[in-house]
């Protein structure tokens, strides 16, 4: 079986929790016999074998980026040729897979990693664009032969946001962790050259700056942590100049009642980040939208406790009780409805956030054993290997 993947992020172009979930599923499903995973991702050339990419047209240049997309999309579409079943990922791959299954008569699979009409937000970054988007998303989902929900609760998002899927479309197969590239390992000297003292505590944060991930809601928290607890941002990639301005200026009024706020802006290495989380008290993921959160797995796989959202997926990752099984904590919202999942009482959840946190940084052992219970339970819950087999499933039931 021929299995294409399409994608606009692919190593080395990675930016979000997409592309990570892409790249750790086509090394996993390239172990399986029998399955020959080709890759068709946006960017410059790659050398990896079976594995083709697609540049921007040059006519499209100062053209809307949905426009821009569209058009690789194109070139994508004429490059499957010969798949037995195409496999998209995010609205930038979607319609590439859509075309390609018209073109060709093959299954199209969906891969719901986040959906447009939950991040309306997204139309100061596009424009018109969002409209565009939002079509190519409906359009779609409304005509693949499977949906794989990374979550339920992302399940459920997709049943309520697009009602003319049969529900029997759309299977359930979680995000997965790689725990031998993310275990601890303790780097103290390379945290001291990121700026961090890694003999004070600290919790970190890492995403990009969007509205989904929450970070000016926990940069408000901030102030309620006490004055030795560090706080390290890897934050970039911002979505506009706006919220860019925002958490600039949140930043700097940190700065002014505190030290040990640290911001690192590029995109570091994993071994960084692992050396980030491994030496942090706590790992915060502050995001009012989340269909799973990769990002929660990779701070467990590296025992660190997390202080989370309970919001959309992240629930199914995170443990919050009284027992041994607990791996961090979850901070309960209350959100709109209109598809912004802006929490009705701002002040509320970031005062709970804080007290979440407070909760967590405040003992330093029970933060530990949270953290050695994330790691059994990204181990035991959530390897790469069951989750290709479960993707096969799937591509098999459509065949």
């Not at 529900?167 to 001291?192: K, L, Q």
């Not at 491994?278 to 660190?304: H, K, Q, R």
């Not at 904590?329 to 979440?356: H, K, M, N, S």
């Amino acid at each position: 079986m021929r299995v294409d993947v399409l994608t606009k992020e692919y190593p080395p172009e990675i930016y979000g929790g997409a592309g990570v979930h892409v790249a750790e599923l086509v090394r996993a499903l390239r172990r399986l016999p029998d399955l020959e995973a080709r890759v068709h991702a946006f960017g410059a050339p790659r050398e990896e074998p079976l594995t083709a990419s697609y540049a921007d047209h040059g006519e499209l240049a100062h053209a809307n980026a949905a426009l821009r997309t569209l058009g690789v999309d194109l070139s994508i579409a004429d490059g499957c040729a010969g798949a037995d079943l195409v496999h998209s990922h995010t609205w930038y791959a979607n319609f590439a897979g859509h075309l390609a299954s018209l073109l060709y008569g093959v299954p199209h699979v969906v891969s719901a990693h986040s959906l447009e009409p939950l991040r309306p937000w997204k139309a100061e970054q596009l424009g018109g664009g969002y409209a565009i988007s939002s079509w190519v998303e409906r359009t779609s989902y409304d005509a693949a032969a499977a949906v794989i929900a990374v979550s339920s609760a992302m399940r459920e998002d997709v049943l309520r946001c697009y009602p003319a899927i049969d529900p029997d479309r759309v299977h359930v197969v979680h995000n997965g962790i790689d725990t031998d590239d993310w275990a601890p390992r303790a780097d103290p000297d390379r945290v001291r050259e990121l700026g961090v003292d890694p003999d004070r505590p600290s919790v970190v944060f890492v995403g990009r700056i969007t509205r989904q991930k929450g970070l000016p809601l926990f940069l408000r928290a901030v102030a309620e942590l006490p004055p030795d607890c560090q706080v390290v941002l890897c934050a970039g990639a911002p979505d506009t100049p706006e919220i860019l301005a925002e958490v600039e200026g949140l930043v700097a009024d940190l700065r002014r009642q505190r030290d040990g706020i640290v911001w690192i802006a590029e995109m570091l290495p994993r071994r960084d980040v692992v050396a980030l989380l491994t030496g942090a008290t706590a790992f915060v993921c502050p995001s009012i939208y989340e269909p799973l959160g990769i990002v929660n797995l990779e701070a467990m796989a590296c025992e660190t406790a997390v202080v989370a959202t309970a919001t959309g997926g992240i629930p199914e990752v995170v443990v919050d009780s009284d027992d041994e099984r607990a791996t961090g904590r979850l901070v309960p919202i209350e959100q709109a409805t209109d598809g912004t999942g802006t929490p009705l009482d701002p002040d509320r959840y970031v005062a709970d956030f804080a007290a979440a946190l407070n909760d967590v940084v405040g003992d330093p052992d029970r933060a530990a054993r949270m953290g050695r219970a994330g790691r059994r339970r990204a181990i035991e819950a959530f390897s790469w290997g069951a989750i290709a087999e479960r993707t096969v499933e799937v591509y098999r039931s459509v065949l």
